[in-house]
């Protein structure tokens, strides 16, 4: 998994903070040992904090590391200790997967710090004491190193896994609620798409028996046969998008007209007026503006008695406000009592973060005004 910024910088800050660990200690046996000179201390210093950079460059930490603590040995002539950042060294490259890179330094320097040993200390058996000692050192740094790897390899394996069986799941859930999709579409095409026919059918014949006779078609009988007409073509496009998934980008405001066009052969003496820059909207907003409009049109052809309507968009800079005004009989004060529509309305803007008004107007009929909210508008989009 790729690691996050403030891991790396979690990760940088320990290891500097370990080299400058390892250089302490080296520093503080050398004192402890005898007074270093400055080019003790500069090879001690420039070898241990090499380490800080040993997931980066862990061969060159490794050769560097390696190098500078052999020069001091050689000058010095100092204790095993001054193979501890060799180790550790040995310990990063093993971890990064350089085993055979470790193994023939590590075995280089133990040799090379045999022969120092072998001139400046006198006594076999002195010398043999610290190169087993520091072998062992070097075995526990590679064996270390190669049980680190496999851990983190088995880390990230695991983690591989649960994301896996994470995505799975998902998949699967997506399968279910795309099932259960066509399933609702199944049903609401078998249960509604008849009957809504036939009422279209009948609204149809009658209309046409009507005209046929001479006589004149009922209002009711055409708002009858409009709506059975428009409930039928949303029903297939709510069929179409539980089947597809799909949702037909002229569901919003750009079916304005169509609307409109149906409002006024439903005998509604509608005007519509569109102030503002007039822009692209949010999926969501365009919808919920669209279906609005569409539920108060239809309030006005039940309960205002097709009376002379006005829609205003107004597109402001952070806001899309929608203002619907009728002439209907309603008057102010009267009480209100929201059905489906108006419920089914406010729930629509509520959850786009938007306010909703729909009550009896000051002057008479009644008024639905909606504001939705919008992100504002910069330079380079206008």
Not at 258 to 275: C, F, K, N
Not at 280 to 297: F, K, M, N
Request: glycine letters at 10%.
């Amino acid at each position: 998994m790729p690691l996050m910024r403030g891991d790396i910088d979690r990760r940088t800050v320990l290891d500097t903070a370990g080299a400058a660990a390892v250089g302490a200690a080296v520093v503080t046996a050398a004192c402890l040992a005898s007074s270093p000179g400055a080019l003790d201390v500069l090879l001690v210093a420039v070898g241990s904090l090499a380490l800080a950079a040993h997931r980066r460059a862990p061969r060159l930490v490794l050769g560097v590391t390696t190098l500078c603590m052999f020069g001091y040995a050689v000058h010095a002539q100092p204790g095993s200790w001054v193979a501890l950042p060799v180790v550790v060294a040995v310990h990063a490259a093993a971890r990064n997967g350089y085993r055979a890179q470790a193994a023939g330094v590590g075995a280089v320097f133990l040799a090379a710090y045999s022969v120092v040993l072998l001139v400046s200390v006198p006594g076999i058996q002195d010398t043999v004491e610290r190169v087993l000692l520091l072998a062992g050192w070097f075995l526990c740094a590679g064996v270390t190193g190669l049980i680190d790897k496999n851990w983190q390899a088995y880390l990230r394996q695991t983690e591989q896994r649960a994301l896996d069986a994470e995505r799975t799941r998902e998949e699967a859930a997506l399968r279910r609620a795309g099932e259960e999709r066509l399933r609702i579409a199944r049903e609401l095409h078998d249960s509604l798409t008849h009957s809504i026919s036939i009422v279209k059918l009948q609204a149809g014949v009658a209309v046409h028996l009507a005209r046929k006779r001479g006589a004149e078609v009922e209002p009711a009988l055409l708002a009858i046969q409009e709506a059975s007409g428009e409930a039928m073509r949303e029903l297939r496009s709510t069929l179409e998008v539980l089947r597809t998934d799909v949702v037909d980008p002229r569901t919003g405001l750009a079916r304005m007209d169509e609307l409109a066009g149906r409002a006024r052969a439903a005998g509604i003496e509608l005007t519509v007026h569109v102030e503002g820059d007039v822009r692209r909207l949010p999926a969501e907003v365009d919808g919920a503006a669209y279906r609005i409009v569409q539920e108060a049109l239809t309030n006005v052809a039940r309960h205002a008695d097709r009376a002379g309507t006005s829609v205003r968009l107004t597109y402001a800079d952070t806001a899309l406000v929608v203002l619907v005004d009728d002439d209907g009989p309603c008057l102010p004060g009267d009480r209100v009592t929201p059905g489906t529509g108006l419920t089914g309305m406010r729930e629509r803007v509520t959850a786009l973060g938007g306010t909703l008004a729909a009550a009896p107007a000051a002057r008479g009929g009644f008024s639905v005004r909606a504001e939705l909210p919008l992100a504002p508008r910069t330079a380079a989009s206008g």
